[in-house]
């Protein structure tokens, strides 16, 4: 899987509360961390925050055509599904729901950087095997570069965390940012 990142201009967050910034102020959030770390490393690349706190993997179904009709966007880091799981929606419903937004993006000829979710136990063993499959069947089904764990890093750490232990504080999102980053420069090779 190659893309051209010299030719990205335009990338799109479209997630949940773990990447629109959630709880944060706005120059801290992940699109504004995130485009000044592309900046300082020399890309000429735009970061759009296209997440929405509180979405699921059905409600980024529906507002992803909309999301998308912002102009040449090059590049989609697709991070859903942590709503989905808390709520204890069906892996094969999450699975399906990101399944139709890979599609929808890859008819519009948008690269995509998939970021997978991990599940706790609280549902049990077999949700958890079964939701931890969603994001590397997709990657592989797909040809999408994977990023196997978002908040790799950062989950359950409280120094980077809220006090709600779930979202991200400033320091937790720079670790986001930096994992992000990584993947964007990886697939530049």
Do not use: C
């Not at 030719?7 to 990447?19: Q, R």
């Not at 997709?138 to 750490?157: C, H, M, Q, R, T």
Request: glycine share 8%.
């Amino acid at each position: 899987m190659s893309i051209n990142v010299d030719a990205v201009e335009n990338v799109i967050l479209f997630g949940d509360s773990l990447m629109a910034g959630y709880g944060l102020p706005q120059e801290k959030h992940l699109s504004i961390v995130l485009q000044n770390k592309l900046v300082n490393n020399g890309s000429n690349i735009k970061i759009i925050n296209g997440s929405v706190s509180g979405s699921t993997s059905a409600g980024g179904l529906n507002r992803v055509e909309w999301s998308l009709s912002e102009p040449n966007i090059d590049l989609m880091i697709l991070g859903l599904g942590a709503n989905d799981m808390l709520r204890g929606i069906s892996p094969t419903e999450t699975k399906k729901n990101l399944e139709k937004i890979i599609q929808i993006i890859q008819k519009k000829k948008i690269k995509i950087i998939l970021a997978g979710m991990l599940a706790p136990t609280s549902y049990g063993t077999n949700y958890k095997k079964e939701f931890d499959q969603i994001y590397p069947e997709l990657s592989k089904k797909y040809n999408l570069y994977l990023i196997p764990f978002l908040l790799e890093g950062v989950a359950l750490n409280p120094e980077l965390n809220q006090s709600d232990g779930i979202h991200p504080n400033e320091k937790g999102t720079l670790v986001i940012s930096e994992t992000i980053k990584k993947s964007i420069l990886k697939i530049k090779k």
